[in-house]
């Protein structure tokens, strides 16, 4: 099969191809920061290709941080409807850690009662992702997820002069080309590529066992010291689980009128980090200690997530502990872990 690449003009046709049939969304650099976030396209030179990783992951545009998902009037009679809101739209530029993710979060949200406000959106998506160079917080090597082989229907490699290696994932990503100039990618050009993940995969954050052994490291560890250990520098702040791209928890809420005729239910974000996750209406929170917080969220992610889906539910793309203001790291936290299984003493990540 003929590999091929498209060229930096070709990025922008394909761009403003795209643009013609649906919403383009992509990475843009902040504002005088070194932070890149996923917003609409305006002007395809803006796109920024070349970045470390959103503050926010793209999982953002299938579960919005707030959503409404009914409308009700109570006069003068009581009526409901429910409300699910989707456009055509195209993600532009996700790396693979983020296409791992929304890969997760179709199986959450599909396996056991399907979610109807995630699947219309995400049957309206088109993805296009694109290869990265790790920071020293990632550790998508050590999940697994350094590279995917399926979630996007094209995929671009960066071949370092504003050229890109051309995979097709979908019979979607093919009709995208169509009347896109491209050329066959030359014996350098696909050397250029494997040497670039050859540098993706070097990551100097590893963790210490098998990926797949990790359920067995937790098991037995509910009362390990490791969560007072890591936990005692944590804020609570829930930073963490809300710039997670495999977190899915939620809150609903009820926001009625002034005239109490009316009202919308409303899902938001919420996360097991914050204090307030576990408390019922009696006023009893069962996980009050910061320690408690911490522990269900690494079992969540690398036990019991793992157990029931066969994968774990954390793609290693280094938010949680990139924007944590004491930089607790899940990495260290699964060495602890290991090191106490094995009777040693961790090294570090």
């Given at each position: ?90 993600l532009f530029g996700v790396h693979p850690c ?252």
């Amino acid at each position: 099969m003929t590999v091929r690449v498209i060229d930096k003009h070709g990025v922008r046709k394909l761009v403003e191809k795209l643009q013609q049939e649906a919403k383009v969304v992509a990475p843009h650099r902040r504002e005088g920061r070194d932070q890149w976030s996923f917003q609409e396209v305006t002007d395809p030179d803006l796109i920024c290709l070349e970045y470390t990783t959103s503050c926010l992951p793209p999982k953002e545009f299938a579960f919005p941080p707030r959503e409404t998902l009914l409308r009700y009037q109570r006069e003068p009679e009581f009526a409901a409807e429910a409300v699910i809101q989707s456009e055509p739209i195209i993600l532009f530029g996700v790396h693979p850690c983020d296409i791992y993710a929304l890969e997760s979060l179709d199986i959450a949200y599909c396996a056991d009662h399907g979610d109807p406000n995630w699947i219309a959106r995400r049957q309206q998506m088109r993805l296009v992702g694109v290869d990265c160079i790790p920071d020293e917080w990632c550790f998508c090597a050590a999940m697994g997820t350094a590279t995917v082989d399926s979630g996007y229907d094209l995929f671009l490699n960066n071949l370092g002069d504003g050229s890109y290696l051309v995979e097709v994932g979908t019979e979607a990503g093919e009709e995208m080309l169509e009347g896109i100039e491209l050329r066959e990618a030359s014996a350098e050009e696909i050397a250029h590529v494997k040497k670039r993940l050859t540098q993706r995969v070097k990551q100097e954050r590893k963790i210490n066992d098998e990926t797949r052994n990790l359920p067995l490291h937790f098991s037995g560890k509910a009362q390990s010291e490791v969560w007072e250990k890591h936990a005692e520098r944590c804020y609570s702040c829930g930073t963490c689980v809300l710039v997670c791209p495999t977190c899915y928890c939620f809150d609903v809420v009820d926001e009625v009128a002034l005239t109490l005729k009316e009202g919308t239910r409303e899902r938001i974000w919420d996360g097991c980090m914050l204090e307030s996750f576990a408390e019922v209406a009696s006023g009893e929170n069962f996980r009050e200690e910061r320690a408690q917080r911490l522990r269900h969220r690494h079992f969540r992610k690398y036990a019991y997530l793992f157990t029931k889906y066969g994968r774990p539910f954390c793609c290693g793309c280094g938010r949680c502990v990139r924007q944590c203001l004491v930089h607790i790291d899940p990495v260290a936290i699964i060495n602890d872990l290991i090191a106490e299984s094995k009777g040693g003493v961790s090294r570090g990540a």
